[in-house]
């Protein structure tokens, strides 16, 4: 299935008539005005949806797509010795190895790029949430201004590909787990406005509930209760004094809010109207349920889904002990849902026009907090010989090193870039990859460039930091 | 002589060195490496050419203000050619190709290097900063200023001073202002926008019933009474104003290791009490432990770009906050957007500094400190050698002296677009911009200082006056490039007001205060109650989120004035409002069997009025008979979301 068949899935009607609604409302909201710089090449797009898969909390490199020399848990190991707890596994692509666990993504590896050389923001102490917030806006916070997620920029500059659909859609946070309002800094819009912020979703298995009429309201009076609310409107005695652009805004709005719950688009929330055997394939908890709503929303059009593995301190991936162990849970966790994404999105004909990025802020590592040459106060404490399972895994914060996976939209099947050193510290020795290089990637993808700015006070303010990213050609088919 | 022949040709001689010994040397060779406009140029063009075709002057007809006017180049034609740099006019003049027009013309020569990478910059495309300009911008005078307000026309009965002046405004401007609104409309807007709830239903009634014909002044008065409940309604109102631009939030980032304070007891008892406003500024930057809050900032653990560190933070929220001046740019580099150099930042920033505040240029150390100066020396000298706490109590002083009139423009220009819905200076953070109308401005701002900075004076001033009474327009009109005011803006309710007024009309507290200021304590009394939790005094929530409650992280001096459909979507299906109607239209459903008076009664407290028949029908449709609770949550819905309600017009 090609893009013309995905666009006839939709509602040919529905998105004409939202199509105009929403960019009526997009031109009143008076938007951050748009520079382009001067000599701009028209970029072609080899994208039209990105799904960002969020390793939340810190996953170790050399613990799944970047697999070192194995060392088998035994008591008294020197920790300084163990880069990897989990043997290397072949994936689809001899020259690709990857960490016990992921047998099903390695198994796609040839649909997809790997990036071994992301280097995470040098921020000087570790929090995750600080780092999150980097990754996910390009900028080290604090900020004059408030900076924009890549999905809120992506919402404002391309604006929705089904209009019925929300721009950009958040899966699996929930912000009363910890470091909430850390997280709720950069999960917003910032000065692009509200209307291009996450449509939240903090339970992938809730979701239908999202796009439906409020608890317990029957949707025949939901419906009557809208066409009423007109009624009323048009009585109302201000309603006849004509208009003003704060009553049409208002209007608009609802009108825009009943299209969306009441589009066929709707339905791609409902997980439960998935064939039961399809929905088990990718059922290993909430990530997995949100990765088969992410392919749920990529059919109807949607344009900048993440979906978290959640980020809750001391939990998932964030792992100060027992990594070994629990590393086994999250892979078991991803693994399914993750090839089943890229499997599905392919028999479907979207892959070829769908980026998936997995990423997560930094990496994991033994023995070095930080980066080799710039180590930072330590925040797990390592024995100097390990005695007991919950010292055998990789525990401290690594930022010198992490692994990116893609697939789909235009990167090169079976391409692996970038270089870490195969004895510790595991750090970046080729092809270094930034944050800003990262958005470039993922920018050039959709077709906008890295130097477009958005007005904000008078003074531009760029989608990557300074206009300075440069995407990775490399990785491009 | 000027040259006439043309530039290709001299290049191509000038390369041949075909000319006798007294010719111009070949053009230097173009850097060959990307050149960077602010790291390779701007120092070339500042220094070079700047000062005779910059900053609005224009020798030749040549300016260098904008890119684009560069290209252009002044009588003798374009001065570049993007891309070509040995075919534009302005290398051959820099590089000595014409012997008689040598650039520049006064100071030294540009080297070969300087004229290399000017031509790599040219060969590169020409690139700028992006909103770059070396053009003046404009200063607003600083002094204060005194208006001679003009006397009343024959025949006219208006007092105010506001309309006096503006009465000359209207008629120099051929514009004929809208009509003064009726009572209704007048005592819903004036009840949101002093005390943030609506008037209740007998509060409306007397109002109507009252002939006092100067019962519209009396109402402001009562409202911004410091009897009670007024008084702590008025508090709890402009306490929402106050955490917008003081970033005050009851959580959010860096309160999770002690990285930023609350001010919210603080603030709450100055609004109480009506601190003068000189004093509030005044404890703000020279504070106590109760509102050190404000220029502490918010700490992230880690390093932060130096532009971001909390002495800058504090240099730039003071600037924003009490005089609007964006401080942001010049936190950084010498601003492009006005003439805030980096060093006025971080003269500013070090007074709030415990030790010697190293200036950083785009986040680099450049081994060099700043004199800890103001931004307006003239108003006052601080101390470098002073420990700190002195030097922020002279801070203080300086910031509220006599001679700082645009400490008083800022705030009175904050209130009149509040009241108002546009300042008379925008954006409201931008007081360099011309006000639409100088004398109101200034007027207003002398009458705040002469009346002890008294911020309810000044609110009582303008919502007294005429203008404010007058219709409300659409908000469209503003964005004309030309604003004329001929009337208050339509506004849109904030989250808080509108949380409180669907509260108040379910009679159902919203969520529990998460803030309780001791100078805020919940009077008993009837009127009161139904101000008791109030979303001034609760967390964000998804709800007053989509509604335009920002999150504090920065300074916020205007919130969103348009809906969004992320809103709508909270207003539609969101859980917060459902299960608050659902809870309020039980309530309401219990309390009469009978459509009609339920109808009346709910439309009077939502609209302030009564239905007419055509609505009374609809209603009842909605309703069903007898009464159905599922009925009464849809009337109540619809209702709420009525133009008519969100909207203060």
């Given at each position: 299935m090609n893009m013309n068949q995905r666009a006839s899935n939709w509602n040919r009607r529905d998105f004409l008539r939202t199509a105009s609604a929403a960019t009526l409302s997009a031109l009143a909201a008076g938007d951050a005005r748009q520079i382009l710089a001067a000599e701009e090449e028209k970029l072609r797009a080899t994208a039209d949806t990105v799904i960002v898969l969020w390793m939340g909390g810190g996953m170790a490199a050399t613990e799944t797509f970047d697999p070192k020399r194995h060392t088998p848990y035994e008591k008294g190991l020197d920790p300084d010795r163990v880069l990897s707890t989990f043997p290397a596994i072949d994936t689809a692509v001899d020259t690709i190895k990857f960490s016990e666990g992921l047998e099903r993504t390695a198994a796609v590896m040839n649909r997809g790029t790997l990036i071994r050389s992301y280097t995470a923001g040098d921020l000087g102490f570790i929090l995750h949430s600080?780092?999150?917030?980097?990754?996910?806006?390009?900028?080290?916070p604090p900020q004059t201004v408030a900076a924009p997620h890549i999905g809120s920029v992506v919402a404002r500059t391309l604006g929705p590909l089904n209009p019925a659909v929300p721009a950009f859609i958040d899966i699996g946070q929930r912000f009363d787990v910890?470091?909430?309002?850390?997280?709720?800094?950069?999960?917003?819009?910032?000065?692009l406005g509200s209307e291009y912020g996450p449509f939240l979703i903090p339970q992938a298995d809730q979701a239908a509930a999202s796009v439906r009429p409020p608890h317990g309201m029957p949707p025949g009076r939901f419906e009557n209760r809208y066409q009423n609310y007109k009624k009323l409107v048009a009585q109302s005695p201000i309603g006849q004094h004509g208009s003003d652009h704060q009553k049409e805004s208002l209007l608009r709005s609802l009108d825009n809010a009943h299209r969306l719950l009441s589009s066929p688009a709707a339905k791609a929330f409902d997980l439960s109207l998935e064939p039961k055997e399809i929905y088990d394939r990718y059922n290993t908890g909430q990530f997995g349920l949100g990765c088969l709503l992410a392919r749920r929303l990529t059919e109807v059009g949607a344009r900048f889904i993440e979906v978290t593995t959640e980020y809750i301190p001391f939990?998932?991936?964030?792992?100060?002990?027992?990594?070994?162990?629990?590393?086994?849970?999250?892979?078991?966790?991803?693994?399914?849902?993750?090839?089943?994404?890229?499997?599905?999105?392919?028999?479907?004909?979207?892959?070829?026009?769908?980026?998936?990025?997995?990423?997560s802020e930094f990496s994991r590592d033994m023995m070095t907090e930080g980066r080799p040459d710039q180590q930072v106060k330590n925040q797990v404490e390592?024995?100097?010989?390990?005695?007991?399972?919950?010292?055998?895994?990789?525990?401290?914060?690594?930022?010198?090193?992490?692994?990116?996976?893609?697939?789909?939209?235009?990167?090169?099947?079976?391409?692996?870039?970038?270089?870490?050193?195969?004895?510790?510290?595991?750090?970046?020795?080729?092809?270094?990859?930034?944050?800003?290089?990262?958005?470039?990637?993922?920018?050039?993808?959709?077709?906008?460039?890295?130097?477009?700015?958005?007005?904000?006070?008078?003074?531009?303010?760029?989608?990557?930091?300074?206009?300075?990213?440069?995407?990775?050609?490399?990785v491009f088919a | 002589m000027i040259i006439k022949a043309s530039l290709a040709t001299l290049a191509i001689?000038?390369?041949?060195?075909?000319?006798?010994?007294?010719?111009?040397?070949?053009?230097?060779?173009?850097?060959?490496?990307?050149?960077?406009?602010?790291?390779?140029?701007?120092?070339?063009?500042?220094?070079?050419?700047?000062?005779?075709?910059?900053?609005?002057?224009?020798?030749?007809?040549?300016?260098?203000?904008?890119r684009e006017s560069l290209i252009k180049g002044g009588e003798s034609g374009a001065a570049v050619v993007p891309g070509k740099s040995a075919e534009s006019r302005l290398i051959a003049l820099v590089g000595g190709l014409e012997p008689d027009a040598i650039m520049p013309a006064q100071g030294p020569r540009l080297s070969a290097e300087q004229v290399g990478l000017l031509r790599a910059w040219i060969d590169q495309g020409l690139p700028w900063e992006v909103g770059f300009t070396f053009k003046k911008t404009r200063s607003a005078p600083l002094e204060p200023r005194q208006v001679a307000v003009p006397a009343a026309g024959p025949g006219s009965n208006l007092s105010n001073p506001i309309d006096l002046i503006l009465e000359l405004y209207f008629v120099s401007a051929g514009v004929t202002p809208t009509d003064v609104v009726d009572d209704r409309t007048f005592l819903r807007r004036v009840y949101l926008d002093l005390i943030g709830i609506l008037p209740a239903p007998d509060e409306v009634d007397t109002f109507l019933d009252d002939r006092d014909p100067a019962k519209r002044a009396l109402v402001v008065g009562k409202l911004l009474s410091n009897s009670q409940p007024f008084n702590q309604q008025y508090a709890i109102h402009w306490l929402t104003f106050w955490n917008d631009a003081l970033r005050n939030d009851y959580r959010g980032t860096g309160y999770i290791d002690g990285g930023r304070l609350q001010i919210t007891d603080w603030l709450a008892k100055s609004l109480v009490e009506n601190l003068p406003y000189d004093q509030f500024v005044r404890q703000l930057i020279a504070p106590t432990p109760e509102s050190a809050g404000f220029v502490k900032g918010i700490v992230w653990r880690g390093v932060v770009n130096a532009s971001q560190v909390p002495p800058v933070q504090a240099a730039q929220n003071i600037s924003q906050v009490f005089l609007g001046i964006n401080l942001k740019c010049a936190s950084c580099h010498d601003?492009?957007?006005?003439?805030?150099?980096?060093?006025?930042?971080?003269?500013?920033?070090?007074?709030?500094?415990?030790?010697?505040?190293?200036?950083?240029r785009c986040d680099q150390p450049t081994g060099k400190f700043a004199p800890m100066q103001f931004l307006y020396p003239q108003l006052g000298s601080i101390d470098d050698n002073a420990p700190q706490a002195d030097r922020l109590n002279q801070l203080a002083a300086v910031m509220t002296a006599p001679g700082n009139g645009r400490l008083a423009r800022t705030i009175v220009n904050r209130l009149w677009a509040r009241l108002l819905g546009r300042g008379l200076v925008e954006p409201v953070d931008e007081m360099d911009n011309p006000a639409w109308n100088q004398d109101l401005l200034d007027f207003l701002a002398n009458?705040?200082?002469?009346?002890?900075?008294?911020?309810?004076?000044?609110?009582?001033?303008?919502?007294?006056?005429?203008?404010?009474?007058?219709a409300a327009t659409s908000a469209a009109q503003s964005e004309r490039e030309e604003f004329v005011f001929r009337g208050p803006e339509v506004k849109r309710m904030s989250a808080e007001q509108f949380v409180d007024a669907v509260s108040g009309l379910l009679d159902i507290e919203y969520e529990k205060a998460v803030v309780k200021p001791a100078a805020l304590a919940v009077p008993t009394d009837a009127v009161a109650k139904r101000a008791g939790a109030r979303a001034a005094l609760v967390h964000a929530d998804p709800l007053l989120g989509a509604l335009g409650r920002s999150n504090r992280e920065q300074v916020v001096t205007d919130r969103p004035k348009l809906?969004?459909?992320?809103?709508?979507?909270?207003?539609?299906?969101?859980?917060?409002?459902?299960?608050?109607?659902?809870?309020?239209?039980?309530?309401?459903?219990?309390?009469?069997?009978?459509?009609?008076?339920?109808?009346?009664?709910?439309?009077?407290?939502a609209l302030l009025r009564s239905p007419t028949a055509a609505e009374s029908e609809v209603a009842r449709e909605i309703l069903g008979a007898p009464v159905a609770p599922d009925g009464a949550e849809d009337l109540l819905w619809a209702l709420i979301m009525l133009p008519e309600f969100q909207l203060i017009y």
């Open positions: 600080r780092h999150q917030y980097h990754w996910h806006t390009g900028y080290a910890g470091e909430g309002e850390e997280l709720k800094a950069f999960h917003q819009a910032g000065f939990k998932n991936w964030d792992t100060h002990d027992n990594g070994h162990t629990r590393l086994v849970d999250m892979k078991a966790m991803m693994d399914p849902p993750i090839s089943q994404l890229v499997l599905d999105l392919e028999a479907r004909g979207l892959l070829n026009r769908t980026l998936i990025v997995l990423a390592v024995p100097k010989v390990i005695e007991e399972l919950k010292y055998y895994g990789m525990h401290r914060h690594f930022t010198a090193a992490g692994c990116v996976l893609m697939f789909g939209g235009g990167v090169k099947p079976g391409f692996l870039y970038g270089k870490t050193a195969d004895e510790r510290p595991c750090k970046t020795i080729e092809n270094r990859v930034v944050i800003e290089d990262l958005h470039a990637t993922i920018y050039r993808a959709l077709g906008i460039s890295p130097k477009l700015a958005y007005e904000v006070e008078r003074r531009p303010f760029y989608v990557t930091r300074d206009g300075l990213g440069k995407p990775i050609v490399d | 001689l000038a390369f041949t060195g075909s000319l006798g010994a007294d010719q111009p040397a070949r053009l230097p060779e173009p850097a060959a490496r990307a050149v960077d406009f602010h790291k390779d140029i701007l120092a070339i063009l500042s220094n070079s050419c700047a000062k005779c075709h910059a900053g609005g002057k224009q020798k030749g007809g040549f300016s260098i203000d904008t601003s492009f957007i006005n003439d805030w150099k980096l060093t006025d930042a971080y003269g500013l920033a070090s007074i709030f500094s415990d030790g010697p505040l190293e200036i950083h009458d705040l200082v002469e009346h002890g900075y008294d911020l309810k004076h000044t609110i009582q001033r303008i919502a007294t006056s005429r203008a404010y009474q007058l809906a969004t459909t992320l809103q709508a979507l909270e207003l539609t299906n969101g859980t917060p409002l459902s299960t608050l109607l659902e809870k309020g239209a039980k309530k309401w459903s219990e309390s009469a069997a009978e459509p009609a008076p339920l109808i009346e009664q709910i439309y009077r407290r």
